[in-house]
């Protein structure tokens, strides 16, 4: 589920829709959870689709650690690319803002941890990256990491709409974590191994 103050809306020809703040956002808030309706898809199951589904899945998922298939079931599926992303996802199913989004500011991830299947040239924001690769998170988990830890200090401080989707051992998980008692898992931990399923699929 995506964070209550958000809209939708149409950004550009060239990216179509976003998820864009209707108020301020602080750094270390919450921005979405992965909650009950949203649908998990294997690779069997999406193969084994007509092929409108398959081009839908495509288009509008993302793949855990599993190689499984996740389409948000709200506005979250719209939420756009930015190798500068104001949003990053966390080793326990939710992203945080890394910084502070103002309204009327998209939400943005890097879909370099998304696990892509195949590379893409994103848009020119005049950064060093210029092409998605799926295995960037191998690359960059470090980066992201540090990043994430500089607010985490923040979540039990900022109002976070979106907690009653955690469940209390997760959020008992985070204060611990906060406080220093336990460490943060990387996001390292989201990475999937396709060539492990191949190797399945395809065994030598």
């Not at 602080?26 to 398959?54: C, N, S």
């Not at 994430?148 to 989707?165: A, D, E, M």
Request: aromatic residues 12%; contains cysteine; glycine residues 6%.
């Amino acid at each position: 589920m995506i964070h209550p103050d958000t809209e939708l809306r149409f950004i550009s020809n060239e990216i179509g829709y976003g998820v864009v703040a209707t108020k301020f956002i602080p750094a270390g808030t919450i921005t979405w959870v992965l909650d009950k309706l949203d649908r998990e898809f294997t690779p069997l199951e999406l193969q084994q689709m007509e092929p409108i589904y398959q081009t839908i899945l495509d288009t509008y998922t993302f793949r855990n650690n599993k190689g499984n298939y996740i389409l948000c079931w709200d506005n979250g599926r719209y939420v756009n690319h930015s190798f500068n992303s104001n949003c990053l996802t966390t080793a326990y199913d939710f992203e945080i803002a890394v910084r502070d989004i103002q309204p009327g500011e998209q939400l943005t991830d890097d879909y370099g941890y998304l696990n892509i299947p195949l590379p893409f040239r994103a848009a020119d924001e005049g950064t060093r990256r210029k092409i998605v690769y799926p295995n960037d998170l191998l690359k960059y988990y470090k980066v992201w990491d540090n990043k994430i830890k500089k607010v985490l200090g923040n979540i039990t401080k900022q109002q976070q709409p979106l907690r009653p989707l955690l469940n209390g051992g997760l959020w008992n998980k985070i204060e611990a974590i906060t406080a220093g008692k336990e460490p943060m898992d990387s996001i390292l931990t989201n990475f999937y191994d396709a060539s492990q399923l191949e190797s399945i699929v395809n065994p030598v």
